[in-house]
C-alpha cells in the first residue's frame, strides 16, 4: 500500500510534495494509517485532533493516543477540546453538524495561523460509496451523486481510492495500533446502518462493487463537466450583474429546453433548499422573494434578482453628517464642498442653498409614508410613486439612500432626484455641492 499511495500522489496529486501537511487525526485506523503512511514517505506533515467530550474517558484516552504517536514519528499535534452537546443545543443543531463545524472552524484557524498549505482527511473509498447511498436514499441531484471529491479547494483526501478492507490489511500487517470509536458498530446512525446492514449485501452482490462505483463516479462526473460548460455558455444569455446584484431574464430563461433544471443549476452554488418555490418565483407576482442562508431571490417584473444578505440594507440605519464633514465613504460615498455656483448638473450632484438647512444632516433609508417635492415639478409626491414611475426595483429601492435635513425632510433621493425646497437658488451665495461617487 505504501508503494502504491506514493504512485497515487506522483501521479495525481504531485502538489503536496514539500508542502506544509495538517493530517485531521481522530486516532481511528483510517487517519492513523495515513499518518504512519505519510511519515515513511518523508511528507512534512502535522496533526490536529479533536476532543469533542462525547464519549467521556474515551474521547480523553483517543487525544492520550494521539498525542503519543505524535511523540513516536516525530510529529507536531496540535489539539482543542469542545462543549459539543452545549453548542450543538445552542446552534440547534445536530450533534454530527456541530462536530462537523467546529473542527472545520479549528482545522481553519490552525491553516492561517501556522500557514499550513492543505488540509488531508482519510476519507476512502468505501466512506465514499457510502455517502453516494446516503445521498442518493435521501434524494439528490447530480451533485449528490459524483462523491467525495478527492480535492476540495485545500482540502485533500489521499486515502478515496483505497477500500476499507485494504487499510487494516496494512495496519495490521505493520502492527499500527489505532482506536476503536465503539459508536461505530451501533446502527443507530444513518452511515453505520449503511455500513453495517447495507454494503456487506451489496458487496455479497457484486464482489467489486468499489472498483465498479468508481467507474460510475467517473463517468457521473464526466456528464457533470458537460453539464457545467453548457450552464457556462447559456448563463452569459441570461445573467447580467452589477457589482453584488445579479438579474435573471426570465424570458431567455424560459426560452431553454427544461427552465427549472436550468434555474437549479445557476443558482445551486447560493443555499437555497426550498426548489419549489424558487421554481414558482418565474410565474409569480413582483415582489414575491425567497430566502436563502446568504441570499435573497426576488421577482421583479420580467427578472429574478439575486443578492447578498447584508445589514446595511436595513431601513433602521441612520447615518449622521455633522456641519464640518467634507467627505464621507459610509455608507456611500459624499463629498462636501462649498461653492460660489453651480455649474456641474447630472444625478450624481446637487446644489443646496446652505441657508436652508439645519444640521446634523442624516443619510437613512426609505420608509411607508416618505414624500418630497420633486426638482422640476409642482407639489409634492411619495418616494413609492416616484420609484414605481422610475421603474426602480425592490433591490434598487431597499439600495436607495436618502440625504435628509434634520426634521426628516427629505433633501435628495441620492443619485435620482433633488427636493425643489432645498435647491440653490441663482442668487445663493452660500452654496453646498454634494457629490455621489460611484
Not at 13 to 20: A, G, N, Q, R, V
Not at 37 to 62: I, M, P, Q, Y
Not at 108 to 118: A, D, E, K, S
Not at 394 to 420: F, H, M
Request: with cysteine; glycine share 2%; aromatic share 10%.
Amino acid at each position: 500500500m505504501l508503494q502504491k499511495l506514493s504512485n497515487h500522489i506522483a501521479n495525481n496529486l504531485p502538489f503536496l510534495k514539500d508542502k506544509k501537511l495538517l493530517i485531521a487525526i481522530s486516532g481511528g485506523v483510517d487517519s492513523v494509517v495515513l499518518t504512519h503512511l505519510l511519515s515513511k514517505l518523508n511528507f512534512g506533515v502535522s496533526l490536529a485532533h479533536c476532543n469533542f467530550k462525547l464519549r467521556t474517558t474515551e474521547s480523553d484516552l483517543d487525544e492520550d493516543f494521539v498525542k503519543k504517536l505524535g511523540d513516536e514519528l516525530n510529529i507536531p499535534v496540535f489539539t482543542t477540546h469542545f462543549n459539543t452537546t452545549q453548542y450543538a443545543k445552542e446552534n440547534k443543531q445536530s450533534t454530527q453538524i456541530a462536530a462537523r463545524n467546529l473542527r472545520y472552524n479549528w482545522f481553519n484557524q490552525l491553516i492561517n495561523q501556522h500557514q499550513f498549505n492543505y488540509l488531508l482527511t482519510a476519507h476512502h473509498a468505501d466512506d465514499n460509496l457510502e455517502t453516494f447511498l446516503i445521498n442518493l436514499t435521501r434524494g439528490s441531484g447530480l451533485d449528490g451523486l459524483t462523491g467525495i471529491p478527492e480535492i476540495n479547494g485545500n482540502i485533500v483526501r489521499p486515502l478515496l481510492t483505497f477500500s476499507r478492507e485494504a487499510i487494516l490489511a496494512f495496519a495490521t500487517e505493520n502492527n499500527i495500533a489505532w482506536r476503536e470509536d465503539k459508536s461505530n458498530a451501533s446502527t443507530k446512525y444513518t452511515r453505520n446502518k449503511v455500513r453495517h446492514l447495507i454494503l456487506p449485501i451489496l458487496k455479497e452482490i457484486n464482489p467489486s462493487l468499489l472498483e465498479t462505483f468508481a467507474n460510475t463516479t467517473a463517468h457521473l462526473k464526466e456528464s457533470q463537466q458537460i453539464i457545467e460548460d453548457k450552464i457556462s455558455d447559456i448563463s452569459k444569455q441570461i445573467i447580467s450583474s452589477d457589482k453584488d446584484i445579479k438579474k435573471l431574464n426570465i424570458k431567455e430563461l424560459e426560452k431553454t429546453s427544461n427552465p427549472k433544471a436550468y434555474l437549479y443549476q445557476l443558482l445551486k452554488e447560493y443555499n437555497f433548499t426550498e426548489w419549489n418555490d424558487v421554481y414558482q418565483l418565474l410565474s409569480a407576482q413582483s415582489g414575491k422573494q425567497i430566502h436563502s442562508k446568504t441570499h435573497v431571490l426576488l421577482k421583479d417584473r420580467n427578472y429574478l434578482i439575486l443578492r447578498k444578505k447584508s445589514i446595511s440594507t436595513s431601513k433602521e440605519n441612520i447615518f449622521i453628517i455633522d456641519k464640518n464633514l467634507t467627505e464621507i465613504t459610509q455608507p456611500i460615498h459624499l463629498k462636501i464642498e462649498t461653492v460660489k455656483e453651480k455649474s456641474t448638473k447630472n444625478k450624481q450632484t446637487i446644489y443646496v442653498d446652505k441657508q436652508s438647512l439645519d444640521f446634523p444632516l442624516k443619510l437613512r433609508k426609505w420608509k411607508d409614508g416618505d414624500f418630497f417635492y420633486p426638482s422640476g415639478m409642482a407639489g409634492k409626491k411619495k418616494l413609492s410613486k416616484f420609484f414605481k414611475d422610475e421603474k426602480l426595483s425592490l433591490i434598487e429601492k431597499e439600495n436607495t439612500w436618502l440625504l435628509c435635513n434634520n426634521n426628516n425632510a427629505i433633501i435628495w433621493i441620492v443619485n435620482y432626484r433633488q427636493d425643489n425646497r432645498f435647491l440653490a437658488k441663482e442668487l445663493s451665495n452660500n452654496i453646498l455641492k454634494f457629490s455621489f461617487i460611484q
